[in-house]
Every structure is written in structure tokens, then in C-alpha cells.
């Protein structure tokens, strides 16, 4: 079982990770077992590494979860980094500082490992990058370092993705290989954005199609640096960057956005300080929690997923093989049956019904692999029958792997019969809705708040938040406290088209439309709505908003347009404009 054991009474902490320590060594042990015993013969009889080569067997002697940090440079992956340790370890600044990959690790006294010190160790899982020549482990890093943090994730830091083609060549090792080889091993992949940089170049777009393909539900896109534009402006900037994702991530949905400052520097005045610290607690809540409870879940789900495309692809082989002839025209045969590999996917699927249409590979990955690979020197289906490898590998995939999973505990069904069940479960709906006639504020909030989470706490339970009377549908401070100043800009800040002010109010209540924002008609609203709901339409089956909002608008979008409407209602007449930032010095970034 993957999920965390039972805590016994007079357990110590130390104790308990023991137990967990020791939990999770037997069952990478086991999947180690089964990967070399079962899956790995059938890999090499049927060229699987050729067909689709990977670095599968090291990923299964790593203990920790990576989380991995790439984009392009100076958007704040090293700023990111050092915030979350609470320190300044990595260099940054505006300019291309981090020209090496960098693995932060745990560890009792802060100290930096080299990299072919990192590759040869026999307890680390990074013995595979010496695959990529002493040219790479020249530009390879590691740090150990005394966070708790560490304790459950290992952090990679990377070198920023390069704009002009001509920087490309100037790499000494193969930058995009590299990348697969830790996208293939971590949990979660954030991809970092300045605002100001959007451009999709060469390298990024390799990146995308190359490195993070098939990997896409790891991978969390984070918009950095928000505070630095306007709301109105950081609207338009958020609806470009989609539309540059869609022609890179070829998914059903999105992957996650998170908007944001992603350092420990004020917020800069006239901001939308609600949005940006519930998304920065969403993050940290998926980075602390959500990766390492899943993280040996993940594992085992990682070797049952290889272990069906192993045998998928054993059986298109080995049926191909199969209805070749023994003797005489073998080649013309090879070749007819290459190019009608569709009815060998049908042929599949009616044998085995634990196939669906949606396991088998594009038919262009076959030709390809067949190109490198002759047909005729794979083993009859026939004969892997006969040895009991089809067996063996479906009793892995239905029970032995499945078995390892965290089990899930199931309540028993209410009778339905019980009345009066049912009627305690109404008269709940009931009551909310009776508040909701009488307008009292829900759980869920209005249109532009974010309403508390169910899952995690949040900046208002803190002691500093309670202090301070934070509110996270609507980021005011509390009527008695005192609310921090204004802070000094280090740089110059682009002009806020449209400032939310910040002031403390009551819980909202019902009443009429809120005026425009200053800057910004209603008319132009509109136009500005629609203007991103044709954008939208108009992309090629790439990326599109999992849950639109009313109108086809994606729901970040609105709640930014809402929270910009609700803004310019809310300005105090009297309201003192910001102060004008006095210093020119560039924050530290990567």
C-alpha cells in the first residue's frame, strides 16, 4: 500500500518517518522487481527503447519527488527558488545569471556538490546524466541545504530558454535532451513567464515538442511578476499568453496558471493583491502537500502506464510478425503489412478487450520504427504466448501493480428508503438558499472573490493575517488595524491603466451593477470581452479554457475583469494617488 501508514500511539515524529522511510523502499523495491523481471525482457525482444527511447529504469530509484523550474531567462525561476528556502543561495539578476542545471537538495550544512561529484554518486539518482559527456556536467550544479521544505521535494533549477537561434548553437551539450531527461523524473514542471516576455522562440517551442510532450499534465504555467502592469493590462497579457500555449501544448485542457509575484517583495499599490496571494497559496499548497502525498502513487502508476504500452506494442509486433510468411515473399509481405498496421489495431482490440483505440501509437511512430528496425527480426505472437509473457505481463497490470496503490476506503451506501436522511440533506440546501434570499454572503462568494478553500488555510489564518484583518475574498485589511504602507518601488513601474484601490469594506452586499473601472468604459469592456472570446474560438485544437466562463470567456479572465470593474466602483473620491516610485534599481530575477 502507497499511502502513508497508520501513526501508532507513542509514535515519535522521528519515528514515524522511519516507518514511512521504510514503506517507501519496499514498495520502489517491489516496482524495481517487477519492472526488471517482467517488463524490461519484453522492452529489449521488441526494441521498445527504440520505439520510444526514454530513461524509464532510473526513475524508479528515486526516493523524493523533483520539481523542476524552467522558462525562459530572467522570469524568476532562481527569485522563485530562493524564496521558497528563505534565503538567497542561487544567483540572480536581470540578466542571464543561470547558465547550469541545479539540483537543491537536502541536506544537514549548506555546501555545493559538483556536477560529476552529483553524477557518480551511488545513493543519487543522477548516475544517467553522465549519458550526456563531460561538456554537460561541466554545467551541472548541486546544492545541499538545511530547509524543511527539502525534506520532501528536490528542486531543479535550469538555465533560461534561449530567444535567438544563434544563442542556441553556442550550447556545448544537448540542452533540450537534457530537459526530457528531468521532465521524465519529476512530479511537477513549472513554467515561468515575465509578462513582458511572451514571445515564443526556437528553443521554447523545441522545449514544448520535445522535452515536456506526453508530460503534460505536470506541467503548471506560472505568470510572474504581475504586479509589475496594471489590471487592465495584466488581462491583455494573460488571454496572449493562452493563445501563445495553444500552439505549443497539444492538450484537451490547460494546464494550471498560476498569477502571481513569486517572491517575498511587496505588492506594489493599485494591484490586485487578493488574486495574486490565493494563487500563491494554491501553489504552495499543490508544492508542500498535493506532490508529496502522491509522489509514490505517481511511481506506481508510472510502471503500470509502461508496462501497457510495453505490451501494446509486443502485440502489434508480434501479430505483424505473425502474418508474415515463413518462407517466400517476405519482403513485399513486410511491407503490406506495415502500411495496413490499422487493421492490426482492430485485430488487437477484438483479441484482448483490456485494449482501447486510445492505447495504440500514431501510425507515423510505427513507420518510423520500422525504418530502424526490421520486421522480421521481432519474435511471432505465437511464441510470447507460448512463454507465458502475455500472462505474465497482464497479471502485473490487473493485480500485482494495482495491489501496490494507496486503497481507497469506501463508505456504505445510505438506505434509500431512510427518509429522514434525505430530509436532514434538503433541509441543509434549504437553509443556504433561505440566506441567500435574505442576501448573506456564502461560502462561494461573488462573481471576481475567491471563496475560502475547503482543502488548505490560507494568508488569513495566520497570526500576521489575523492581525492585520486580511480578507481573502477581497484582500482589505480590517477596520483597526493597522494596514501596511504603501512600499517603495526598486524600479520603475509602468503606468496602471486602471488602479483597484485598496480599502477596507464590509462583506459585500446586494446591490446594483458596479461602474466601469477608471480607464475603461463599459463599452470598451465589452468589446474587450469578446475580443478574447474570438481569440479563443479562433485557436487550432490546442489548448482552450477547461470551464468557460458565461460568455465562452475563460473564469481567471473574468475574475480579473470583475475584480477591475469592482475596483473602479469601490475608489474612494478621496483617495490619495500612489506615490511615484523614486529608485531605478532592478530587482533581483533570474
Not at 500500500?1 to 520502489?28: C, F, I, N
Amino acid at each position: 500500500m502507497t499511502g502513508r501508514p497508520q501513526r501508532l500511539p507513542g509514535y515519535s515524529m522521528k519515528g514515524d518517518e522511519e516507518m514511512w522511510d521504510a514503506h517507501l523502499k519496499r514498495v520502489l523495491g517491489q516496482l524495481q522487481m517487477i519492472y526488471h523481471k517482467v517488463i524490461l525482457p519484453v522492452e529489449e525482444k521488441f526494441k521498445f527503447d527504440t520505439f520510444r527511447p526514454s530513461w524509464f529504469a532510473e526513475t524508479l530509484v528515486q526516493t523524493k519527488p523533483f520539481v523542476t523550474f524552467m522558462g525562459p531567462f530572467s522570469s524568476g525561476k532562481s527569485t522563485f527558488i530562493n524564496h521558497l528556502l528563505e534565503s538567497n543561495y542561487l544567483w540572480t539578476g536581470p540578466q542571464p545569471t543561470t547558465d547550469k542545471f541545479t539540483v537543491v537538495l537536502h541536506g544537514d550544512q549548506p555546501q555545493q556538490i559538483g556536477g560529476r561529484v552529483l553524477a557518480n554518486q551511488q545513493d543519487l539518482p543522477f548516475r544517467g546524466l553522465n549519458a550526456f559527456g563531460d561538456q554537460f556536467l561541466e554545467h551541472l550544479d548541486g546544492y545541499q541545504i538545511d530547509h524543511e521544505l527539502l525534506r520532501s521535494v528536490t528542486l531543479v533549477d535550469t538555465p533560461g530558454v534561449l530567444e535567438a537561434a544563434g544563442d542556441i548553437h553556442s550550447r556545448r551539450y544537448d540542452y533540450i535532451k537534457v530537459c526530457r531527461w528531468f521532465v521524465e523524473r519529476s512530479d511537477l514542471v513549472f513554467v515561468l513567464f515575465d509578462p513582458t516576455k511572451l514571445d515564443a522562440g526556437i528553443e521554447l517551442k523545441m522545449l514544448f515538442k520535445h522535452a515536456l510532450k506526453g508530460n503534460e499534465s505536470k506541467i503548471r504555467i506560472i505568470l510572474n511578476k504581475a504586479d509589475s502592469i496594471g489590471s487592465q493590462e495584466l488581462m491583455r497579457v494573460y488571454g496572449s499568453l493562452f493563445w501563445n500555449l495553444s500552439n505549443m501544448i497539444n492538450a484537451t485542457e490547460p494546464p494550471r496558471v498560476f498569477v502571481g509575484s513569486f517572491w517575498d517583495k511587496p505588492y506594489r499599490p493599485n494591484t490586485n493583491h487578493a488574486l495574486f496571494t490565493e494563487e500563491k497559496s494554491d501553489l504552495l499548497y499543490d508544492l508542500t502537500e498535493t506532490v508529496p502525498l502522491q509522489s509514490l502513487d505517481k511511481r506506481v502508476t508510472s510502471v503500470l502506464r509502461r508496462a501497457k504500452e510495453v505490451l501494446v506494442h509486443a502485440l502489434v509486433c508480434s501479430m505483424l510478425k505473425q502474418g508474415m510468411p515463413k518462407f517466400f515473399g517476405k519482403d513485399k509481405a513486410k511491407k503490406e503489412a506495415i502500411n495496413n498496421i490499422k487493421k492490426i489495431y482492430q485485430d488487437v482490440q477484438l483479441k484482448f478487450k483490456f485494449v482501447t483505440s486510445n492505447d495504440f501509437a500514431d501510425e507515423q511512430e510505427y513507420f518510423a520504427f520500422f525504418e530502424k528496425v526490421d520486421l522480421l527480426e521481432l519474435p511471432r505472437f505465437e511464441r510470447m504466448e507460448k512463454e507465458g509473457q502475455i500472462a505474465a505481463m497482464k497479471k502485473i497490470i490487473e493485480k500485482d501493480l494495482p495491489e501496490l496503490l494507496q486503497p481507497i476506503k469506501s463508505a456504505s451506501t445510505v438506505d434509500p428508503r431512510d427518509r429522514k436522511q434525505a430530509r436532514d440533506v434538503q433541509d441543509r440546501y434549504h437553509d443556504t438558499m433561505a440566506k441567500q434570499l435574505a442576501g448573506k454572503q456564502g461560502q462561494q462568494g461573488a462573481i471576481g472573490e475567491m471563496g475560502p478553500s475547503a482543502w488548505r488555510k490560507g494568508v488569513n489564518d495566520t497570526a500576521m493575517g489575523k492581525e492585520i484583518g486580511y480578507n481573502p475574498t477581497t484582500a482589505n485589511i480590517g477596520q483597526g488595524a493597522t494596514a501596511p504602507s504603501a512600499p517603495q518601488q526598486e524600479f520603475e513601474a509602468p503606468a496602471a491603466p486602471a488602479p483597484v484601490a485598496q480599502v477596507a469594506t464590509a462583506p459585500p452586499q446586494p446591490a446594483a451593477t458596479p461602474a466601469p473601472a477608471a480607464g475603461m468604459d463599459m463599452g470598451q469592456m465589452q468589446q474587450m470581452m469578446q475580443m478574447m472570446q474570438m481569440m479563443q474560438q479562433m485557436q487550432p485544437g490546442g489548448a482552450a479554457p477547461a470551464a468557460a466562463a458565461p460568455g465562452g470567456m475563460d473564469p481567471m479572465m473574468q475574475q480579473m475583469m470583475m475584480a477591475q470593474m469592482a475596483g473602479g466602483a469601490a475608489a474612494p473620491a478621496a483617495a490619495a494617488p500612489a506615490p511615484a516610485p523614486t529608485q531605478t534599481t532592478p530587482p533581483p530575477e533570474e
